[in-house]
């Protein structure tokens, strides 16, 4: 059984940093795509940011230059680095394990709240 547990989310002021880690258990020896998504109140599930298990990433627009993802596969781990946080990153960010076999495993969810 796949189970990912994300931590790190807090309250941060205008211009802060967080660090989320998502540690993925169950994934067994197949190959999967680790994504953070985010889900602000009242809106859809967005993407944020994704890596693949060789290591290439890819961000949406509104965090590139701000967050930075990345993946220790020793660990099953995948991070977020997040710099410069506003308060339109807002929102439940989602750890999420994707191949083309299973489609997505997701974690429960942690929340990040950019306040002064």
């Known amino acids: 059984q796949v189970q990912l547990v994300e931590s790190g989310g807090g309250l941060v002021q205008p211009g802060g940093s967080l660090r989320l880690s998502c540690i993925a258990s169950?994934?067994?020896?197949?190959?999967?795509?680790l994504s953070w998504y985010r889900q602000a109140p009242g809106k859809e599930r967005k993407f944020v940011a994704t890596v693949s298990s060789g290591g290439t990433t890819n961000y949406d627009d509104s965090v590139k230059g701000r967050f930075t993802i990345s993946r220790d596969n020793a660990k099953n781990s995948v991070d977020l680095q997040m710099k410069m946080l506003q308060p339109e990153d807002t929102a439940v960010y989602y750890c999420?394990?994707?191949?083309?076999?299973?489609?997505?495993?997701w974690g429960q969810g942690t929340q990040v709240t950019v306040s002064s």
């Open positions: 999420a394990a994707y191949n083309q076999r299973v489609g997505y495993h």
């Open positions: 169950g994934l067994g020896r197949d190959v999967y795509a």
